[in-house]
Structures are given as C-alpha cells and as structure tokens.
C-alpha cells in the first residue's frame, strides 16, 4: 500500500500537479502573438471639401456636386493617402425621379484622387450612396448615407461638406465668411447656430452671426493668405457637431469645361 502511495505521489509531482490549485500557466512569447490587437482607426481628414465614409480598414472622402461631378481620396487607417494604381472606386448615384446612376471613378495621376462626371439629366437626390472601395485585391462595400450635395458658389467661394450641411466659405486674407446651406444647397439664415473654424497657427476661431452679409464671419490677422492653407469647419446645430475640411480652397474658373474635356477641374 505504502508503495503505490509514494508512486502516485511522484506522478503528481512530475505533472506539476497541486491538490489545492491548478497548475500556474505562463504565457510566453508564441502564445502572445496570436492575440489579436484591435486596429486603431486614426480619422482621416477630408482634402477635397467632401464627406468622409469608414470602410474598414480604409477609409473614403467623396465629394458630390449638383451637376454630377463626383471626386474621391482613398485614405488608410491611419489617415494618410493610399497611392496605388490598383486602387478602384465606384458608386451609385441616385437621382430625384429614382433613376440610378453607377460610376466607375477614374483615378487622377497628379492630384491622387478619383472622379468622374455623371450625365444625370435631372436633379440628383437624396437617397443614400452605394460605394465600393478595393485595394490589395480585396473589395469593400458601404453607404454614404449622411452627406451634402455641393452647388456652384454664389459668392465666389468653395461650397464644402460639413455633415449634412454645407458651406460656402469665401476667403481673403483679412476675413473668412462662411455661408450656410442644407443638404440640396439651399440657404440656411440661422442665427443660432455654432461655427469654429481651425486655420493652422491662428488656432480655432470663433465666427458670428452677421445679418448684412447674411453669412458667419471671422476677422484675420491679414498675415498670410488662408486659401492656400488647410482648414476645418466644425458646425454645431441643435446641440450636434458636424466637421468638414479642405486641403485649400480652389480656384473654381473653368470647371465645367475642363469636366467636359476629360481633365479633372481645378
């Protein structure tokens, strides 16, 4: 008896066994490699004055104006373009009778963005975007649902997107006024609304309400030309922020003929 004691005592010894506990578990270095560290998605920031759609591991600016011209940048996870030639993007337009319009975006050599020009006929709704995004050889699909169509200027400005909204923003290096629209492009003369616009080394600045000019205005320092610098716009209304941003404003001179001649419009 005493015999077959000592054997099961050194089985369980030789097994790391304890009575009281179970055995401790290390993990090492192999078993540490196959936890998976979720991606941390760094939002990128919108170039062209377009909205911005998560589409998994990247993500997609578009840019959607009234007469049909589409633009689009491809952004990875961490916010930086990606430049690849493989790089395709397509989507469906919708237009207000609910005729559907599919647009292969073709890709712009110098600027490393996407567009194309849809013949539309009529007036394009609201309806939400269909998008298809594929890099690597791997596609992926989503939909733009909140977003804003974006008119010729009035007032000689770059219309941006800011969530649904959007906004004219006419600069000069002494001002910045920024003229309100809805999602179709038209006017919005709220009063109550928040703006603050974020212009490199000036900061974040404050615009207020001002009836002449029916617009929001801030006053600059007059110290360097903000057309050529990146901006963003957050907009607050009914106590919900909405963010837009531009690489620069452009020049919006011959657009249309250059859509018309196959070259992307400056």
Not at 36 to 64: D, F, K, S, Y
Request: charged share 20%.
């Amino acid at each position: 008896m005493q015999t077959t004691l000592n054997r099961v005592a050194l089985v369980l010894a030789l097994l790391g066994c304890d009575s009281k506990k179970p055995p401790e578990m290390k993990v090492g270095a192999s078993a540490q490699s196959q936890v998976a560290t979720p991606a941390v998605i760094v939002a990128a920031r919108p170039e062209l004055g377009g909205n911005l759609l998560a589409l998994g591991e990247q993500q997609l600016e578009l840019a959607v104006e009234h007469d049909g011209l589409v633009r689009a940048v491809v952004f990875d996870g961490q916010g930086q373009r990606i430049d690849d030639a493989t790089v395709t993007v397509g989507v469906a337009l919708t237009t207000e009778n609910g005729r559907k319009v599919a647009l292969s975006l073709a890709r712009d050599q110098q600027r490393t963005c996407f567009w194309s020009k849809a013949n539309v006929g009529d007036a394009l709704g609201l309806s939400t975007i269909p998008v298809s995004v594929g890099v690597g050889g791997k596609t992926r699909s989503g939909t733009l649902s909140q977003y804003a169509l974006l008119p010729a200027p009035r007032f000689g400005g770059q219309v941006i997107a800011v969530g649904g909204f959007g906004v004219e923003l006419v600069a000069t290096p002494e001002r910045i006024s920024a003229h309100v629209l809805d999602s179709f492009g038209e006017a919005v003369t709220r009063i109550d609304l928040e703006l603050k616009l974020e212009l490199g080394p000036e900061g974040i600045l404050p615009l207020t309400w001002d009836a002449p000019s029916m617009s929001y205005l801030v006053t600059l320092d007059g110290q360097g030309d903000p057309r050529t610098r990146p901006l963003g716009l957050t907009l607050t209304a009914d106590g919900k922020a909405h963010f837009g941003a531009v690489g620069a404003l452009r020049a919006r001179a011959g657009r249309r003929s250059g859509a018309a001649s196959g070259a992307l419009p400056r």
